[in-house]
Structures are given as C-alpha cells and as structure tokens.
Nanobody, 128 residues
Framework: QLQLVESGGGLVQPGGSLRLSCAASGFTLDYYAIGWFRQAPGKEREGVSC????????YYINSVKGRFTISRDNAKNTVYLQMNSLRPEDTALYYCAAELAVCPVKGGTISYQAFRSWGQGTQVTVSS
C-alpha cells in the first residue's frame, strides 16, 4: 500500500530554515511525480514544488524560487524540501503527494488535483 509520511515541520523565526521530509513506502519513487503543497487557514491548497523522478526536472512557484530546494534520496526513498529564508507568509500545513506521472505544471501552477496519494501533513509556522 502506497504511503507518504511527512516530517520536519516546526516553529521557526523569520529568516530561519527547515527541511521537510517525505518518506515513501509501498512503492519506489521511480517514475513518480512528488509534489509539495501547502495550505494556510482560509486559503486554497497551493503547489509549492515538484520533482519528476523520471527525468529529474524540478519546479517551484515564484514565491519560493531561490529559497526552497526539492531533492530526492533514492536509497532512503525520500523526497526533501529544504526551506531557507523563511517568511511569515510561508506559514501553512505542508503536504507531500505522489502520482505516477511527470509533474503536472501548467502556467506556472502545480496542479494538486492531479495527485491521488497524499501524506497527513506537517505544520510549518514562521513567527518571531
């Protein structure tokens, strides 16, 4: 059974860093798109970053480019999201998701509707 487990969230001051992990079990990452999404209270779920494991392509929304980095560790079957220079507006519940495809990116937006397998989420709070 395909399962995704996020970890690494927490409370951090503005300008700080966190590394989120998305550990996959029940499948290998090969040929999957792994996306990171976030949802703040009262806001729609937003695609933050995605990695296509078939070709290694990575995608980011404009607001996190240069600050966030997505990567994978094949040996650990895990995808990471390194988040630097965090801002209060990055505060949200962060989810990872998997789909047997390349990253569904259109017009700069990572489509959450295309992903069928989701983790439970990890909270990121950026506050002084």
């Amino acid at each position: 059974q395909l399962q995704l487990v996020e970890s690494g969230g927490g409370l951090v001051q503005p300008g700080g860093s966190l590394r989120l992990s998305c550990a996959a079990s029940g499948f290998t990452l090969d040929y999957y798109a792994i996306g990171w999404f976030r949802q703040a209270p009262g806001k729609e779920r937003e695609g933050v970053s995605c990695i296509s494991t078939s070709d290694g392509n990575t995608y980011y929304i404009n607001s996190v480019k240069g600050r966030f980095t997505i990567s994978r560790d094949n040996a650990k079957n895990t995808v990471y999201l390194q988040m630097n220079s965090l801002r209060p507006e990055d505060t949200a519940l962060y989810y990872c998701a998997a789909e047997l495809a390349v990253c569904p990116v259109k017009g700069g937006t990572i489509s959450y509707q295309a992903f069928r397998s989701w983790g439970q989420g990890t909270q990121v709070t950026v506050s002084s």
